[in-house]
């Protein structure tokens, strides 16, 4: 009847958009280690430098990374908030700060067409992961 599962597979997604029922996860953001390095002056710390690239309609989980974070906008929109605070729409040249106590309810691609891109440093603890979710 079919010949694969995988043209099975391709039906279901068809019918399943049609009928309201598929759900397709967003995309997920795409994380690229820049450097690492030890805060000889603050004993256990380190600093991280990651760049964060939303395809669009890229959407991150609640999450916090019990760290300092600077967050500087290089191409795009995304949108941002911790919890208690203000939802922001940041574009290229902006910036947000995460503290580490902060729990990051928001964080988005303000575009559903075009990708952003931004710069991340991170002041934790060393080996410290970068991000734990969060409820």
């Known amino acids: 009847m079919f010949r694969s ?6 039906l279901l997604l068809v019918a399943g958009a049609l009928t309201g029922r598929a759900h397709a996860e967003p995309p997920a953001a795409i994380v690229t280690p820049v450097m690492t390095k030890p805060l000889d002056d603050y004993p256990g710390k380190e600093a991280l ?4 690239e939303y395809p669009p309609g890229a959407v991150d989980p609640v999450h916090r990374h019990n760290a ?4 500087y906008v290089l191409e795009g929109s995304i949108v941002m908030q911790v919890r208690g605070g203000k939802e922001v ?5 902006q910036s947000f700060y995460e503290g580490p106590n902060d729990v990051h309810t928001v964080g988005h691609n303000a575009s559903r ?6 710069l991340v440093l991170l002041l934790k603890d060393k080996g410290a992961p970068v991000l734990v979710p969060e409820k």
Request: positive net charge.
């Open 5 to 10: 599962k995988r043209s099975l597979a391709s």
């Open 49 to 52: 430098m990651i760049v964060v």
């Open 68 to 71: 300092h974070g600077f967050i």
């Open 89 to 93: 729409t940041l574009t290229k040249g």
């Open 113 to 118: 067409t075009k990708p952003a891109k931004f």
